[in-house]
């Protein structure tokens, strides 16, 4: 029976727009749904172009109930009034000659875009119809008299003042292109908007915000029963901490998206609070990790060639910069039955599971191991890292990674150490042109035989096989192997002790890939024997 993930619920807050907002947080086996605090909700909602949305392109995304947008809001939209007015420009900027006077304001739709605003509010919430949000660039915001916290009085000469939110919908639909809005600006209610939607400028990039009734609330309800939510899905996301916000404090966690685009930073009250959090947040994407490797693999089966996915996730992976300081940036990696593939985003597809943008062979590569003092808890301030090291033509190439718990580290070098000895099996030898004595020959290093020389000129025997009879220079077993040695540059040292010294080889470029492999090779032999490498 599978394990069941981690359910858990409290109060947070969330970073948006540079500002700490208090928000409900409530994690489930999939998800984790952040919605305003009680006493901040909205009866109303910003969608991206939803079923209920105002405008000739309304119907161009998923429906959602209770709130209108008369535009389509794209990931980034700065808003001309928007609910971080008092951050930017104090408590309210409206000048006293607007505020609750009257006004009358022509629009024009565009043909994309509508009229480019959002709508909450109505009668059923024993609220008037407000504009909550203006979106920059559109018909409204191009006028520069619409403001966010502006009621609609009416629409063309139709009286809103006793409609429902579905009557205003429908009155702004018909309006036509140009459309006259009376309007008042209502200063005691602007406050409330600016702390209402927050959760939309929560940088997710998914069809929430959207606003649901809470269950078995009165459909007549008032605002105080309609919950602004943000759903973000679990599954191969990114949890991490100390990754974008610099945290000494270790009380926020980071949330990042699948694709790289998108993140969601949480603030605990305390450190103890922030590792709770985090663990539960951690177990329930472990376990999804687990759903999503059966489901890549389900994938490239389809795939000729392909190999299997053993381990996958992501980690924070050093990188340098030219002034010699260096920094974490995400990285997702995935290890299969005989590499080690790294991507900038999460690979979903056949094609871009066949396109990482680093991919090393595991039969080349070691691990290097370390981690945190025992004690001490997976978000004290001690990082838990392994590095990689990659014999290639070039030199050796290094990574240093950095996890996230203990667990994660233990994992991770399972499944690198058990990766690089199941490719000896499945690969068992490599051969390569060299020069020994000044003849061209062939070196080969079989996983179970040990090392081999023959004269690079074999002969077929008529049949398709090769003839190596007479063509062996010399052959020894690795427990004969006294020690090997290698100038980086091109010349590989063998010391079989055989009375004759070491064998010079020159192995007409860097030996690093091939004194990596010897190395996997021994550590797969002795670790099947039982003793470790």
Known sequence: MAAAGVAKSGLLEVLAKEQWCRVLATLDEES????????????????????????????????????????????????????????YHGHDTIPDNIANHKRVIKVVKQEVGGLGISIKGGKENKMPIIISKIFKGLAADQTESLYVGDAILSVNGDDLRDATH?????????????????????????????????????????????????????????????????????????????????????????????????????????????????????????????????????????????????????????????????????????????????????????????????????????????????????????????????????????HLFRVDTRRDLAGWTRNMVQGANNAAVLVKEINCPVTWQGKETRLTIHYENGFTLTNSANHSDGGGNESNKGDVQWYYPYEKLRYSSDDSKRLLWLDFGAGEGEFELDMHGCPKPVVFVIHTFLSAKVTRMGLFA
């Open 32 to 87: 984790l749904t952040i919605s305003l605090e009680d006493g901040n909700e909205s009866n109303g909602v910003n969608v991206n172009g939803g079923s209920h949305g105002v405008g000739e392109h309304a119907n161009s995304g998923g429906g959602s109930t209770g709130g209108s947008s008369t535009g389509s809001l794209k990931h980034g939209d700065s808003l001309r009034h928007s609910d971080y007015m008092q951050h």
């Open 166 to 398: 579905d009557e205003a919908v429908r009155a702004l639909k018909r309006a036509g292109k140009e459309v006259v809005l009376e309007v008042k600006y209502l200063r005691e209610v602007t406050p409330y908007f600016r702390r209402s939607t927050v959760i939309g400028e929560v940088g997710w990039d998914t069809p929430s915000p959207y606003v649901i009734k809470e269950p078995g609330a009165n459909p007549r309800a008032t605002r105080n029963n309609w919950t602004e939510m943000k759903s973000i899905p679990l599954k191969l996301c990114y949890v991490t901490s100390n990754l974008t916000v610099n945290d000494p404090e270790q009380r926020t966690i980071e949330l990042h998206s699948p694709d790289g685009r998108s993140s969601c930073i949480l603030r605990c009250k305390d450190a103890s609070n922030a590792g709770e959090w985090f663990s539960a947040l951690h177990a329930n994407v472990s376990l999804l990790t687990i759903q999503a490797i059966s489901e890549a693999n389900d994938i490239l089966r389809a795939a000729p060639g392909s190999r299997e996915v053993k381990h996958m996730g992501w980690l924070s992976e050093q990188s340098h910069s030219e002034g010699g300081g260096s920094n974490w940036k995400p990285v997702f990696v995935a290890v299969n039955d005989k590499d080690l593939l790294m991507y900038d985003c999460v690979p979903f597809t056949r094609e871009e599971w066949g396109k990482p943008f680093q991919s090393h062979p595991l039969l080349a590569t070691r691990l290097l191991y370390s981690g945190n003092p025992k004690g001490l808890g997976p978000r004290q301030s001690v990082e838990l890292t392994f590095g990689t090291r990659t014999g290639t033509r070039n030199g050796v190439e290094a």
